[in-house]
């Protein structure tokens, strides 16, 4: 069974940073691409960042671009999520997700889910 737990979220001041973890069990973690989403109240689930399967290539949406890095350590079965500069509005629930694939193959090519941890960033 897959289990995908984040932590990390908080409340911050805008300008702040915060990094987020996923901890993944029961995948064969360095064979999967994982990624960062996140959901506004009211808002449709939305694309963060990805990265393959070795951390050798990550994907970014544009409004987190230079801003929020992803990395993973195979090791420790866990993705990171460095948030820089924050706004307010990224204000959300930040969800983990895994692959069964390899590589980044599009924001739709995920198949297990974390429940979320949530981000406050105040004005």
């Known amino acids: 069974q897959v289990r995908l737990v984040e932590s990390g979220g908080g409340l911050v001041q805008a300008g702040g940073s915060l990094r987020l973890s996923c901890a993944a069990s029961g995948l064969t973690f360095s064979s999967a691409a994982m990624g960062w989403f996140r959901q506004a109240p009211g808002k449709e689930r939305e694309f963060v960042a990805a990265?393959?399967?070795?951390?050798?290539?990550?994907y970014y949406a544009d409004a987190v671009k230079g801003r929020f890095t992803i990395s993973r350590a195979n090791a420790k079965n866990a993705v990171y999520l460095q948030m820089n500069s924050l706004k307010p509005e990224d204000t959300a629930v930040y969800y983990c997700?895994?692959?069964?694939?390899?590589?980044?193959?599009?924001?739709?090519?995920?198949?297990?889910w974390g429940q979320g941890t949530q981000v406050t960033v105040s004005s």
């Open positions: 997700a895994a692959s069964s694939q390899l590589r980044f193959r599009g924001e739709t090519a995920f198949d297990y």
């Open positions: 990265i393959n399967w070795s951390g050798s290539s990550t």
